[in-house]
Each structure stands twice: as C-alpha cells, then as structure tokens.
T-cell receptor
Framework: AQSVTQLGSHVSVSEGALVLLRCNYS??????LFWYVQYPNQGLQLLLK??????LVKGINGFEAEFKKSETSFHLTKPSAHMSDAAEYFC????????????FGTGTQLKVEL | SAVISQKPSRDICQRGTSLTIQCQVD?????MFWYRQQPGQSLTLIAT?????????ESGFVIDKFPISRPNLTFSTLTVSNMSPEDSSIYLC??????????????FGPGTRLTVL
C-alpha cells in the first residue's frame, strides 16, 4: 500500500520569497512521484514528475523537486514566489510505472502575499 | 500529453436523481480513471475504466452507485446514481498518456462540479 503525507495544509509566503511545500511518501516499490497544481475552479495540471534517473527534477513555472530516497521525501520548491503561484498543490505517488493508480496527499494551499 | 474535456462542467441536481458525466480524450489512450474530490479534500480514485470490459472499482465504491462505460479508447462516462447531498463533489476524469514520452503520467480533465440538493 502507498501513502502520501503533505505537511501543512496551508502555506503563506511573501512575493519573491522561497516556496517550500513538503511531501513524504510511503511505498513498497520504487515510487513514481508527481506534483500537480490546481487553480481555483480548474482541474489538475502536472507540474513535474520523478520516474527514474536524476533525482532533481525541474518542472513548469520555475518549480523543482528533489527525490530523496533516504528521507522518503519529494519536496517542491521555487526560489521566488509570484502572485500567480497561489493555488492548491497535490503530491501523488503511483504504484506501477506511473500510469496507473495515483494516491494523492491531502494538498497544500499556497497563499502568496504582497 | 493528452487533452481531456468533460461535460457538464457543473450541475445542480435533486436528491434521488442520476447524472451522467462525459469524458473525452483527444487521442486514443489505454487507461482512463475517475476520481472524486469532496469539498476541501484530496482526490480519491473511484475506478479504472477499462475498454471492452467492466470497470475496476476501488474499495468503498460500487458499480450500482457509480456505473461506468468505456465504449472506445477516447471516451468514458461516469454516472452518479440515486444522488444524495453527500455526493456533492468535483468528479475528475484522467487518462494515462500515450506515446513514448508520457505513458508514466496521468492527465486530468477540468472536472465536473456537482451539487446535490
């Protein structure tokens, strides 16, 4: 069985500040890990993913995440927050090869303040 | 990547009625999924829609309540039957990518926002 824990249901940062959204996972098999973003009244958009290979992955809109197996973590970062980054962010883990069942974390609502 | 559309985008329904949600993908895909996102909650997988066979349901979800069709490789429907206010949620369709670069990723539709009175 797999699970995802996102610490902090709400995170608030100032515009221009570092964004750090935390994600820890549990998986009995090598995980495929994803970050999705959901803007108000919209569906989910893929930000980035880790499958195999390089553990630091870069995504859209300046976001990146690092897979740390020893810490079972996949934290999402962005060096400088922008007002347009305000949204809900979901971390997810897949069981087999990434294209199958996704298990989602509970989400983190990011607020960006002036 | 796959572009996914859903209809309707939102609806308000009366208790005891049923609603069918349509999901259309712009390319042929092997796997399609239906998720529920209850208010303020994360996404929960309802079922995997299998082309040419019955859907595979997750624990806590049953075919009588959430019948699913998958008549071809680009289309699926989810019906929410005999609705109650507890069914008020966003229902999202997703598809596994096709081709050589995105088969490890699920792409999501915009969702259907359902309110049951």
């Amino acid at each position: 069985a797999q699970s995802v824990t996102q610490l902090g249901s709400h995170v608030s940062v100032s515009e221009g500040a570092l964004v750090l959204l935390r994600c820890n996972y549990s998986s009995s098999v090598p995980p495929y890990l994803f970050w999705y973003v959901q803007y108000p009244n919209q569906g989910l958009q893929l930000l980035l993913k880790y499958t195999t290979g390089a553990t630091l992955v870069k995504g859209i809109n300046g976001f990146e995440a690092e897979f740390k197996k020893s810490e079972t973590s996949f934290h999402l970062t962005k060096p400088s927050a922008h007002m347009s980054d305000a949204a809900e962010y979901f971390c997810a883990v897949s069981d087999q090869g990434g294209g199958n069942k996704l298990t989602f974390g509970t989400g983190t609502q990011l607020k960006v303040e002036l | 990547s796959a572009v996914i559309s859903q209809k309707p985008s939102r609806d308000i329904c009366q208790r005891g009625t049923s609603l069918t949600i349509q999901c259309q993908v712009d390319s042929q895909v092997t796997m399609m999924f239906w998720y529920r996102q209850q208010p303020g909650q994360s996404l929960t997988l309802i079922a995997t829609a299998n082309q040419g066979s019955e859907a595979t349901y997750e624990s806590g979800f049953v075919i009588d309540k959430f019948p699913i069709s998958r008549p071809n490789l680009t289309f699926s429907t989810l019906t929410v039957s005999n609705m109650s206010p507890e069914d008020s949620s966003i229902y999202l369709c997703s598809a596994r990518g096709s081709g050589t670069t995105s088969t490890d990723t699920q792409y999501f539709g915009p969702g259907t926002r359902l309110t049951v009175l």
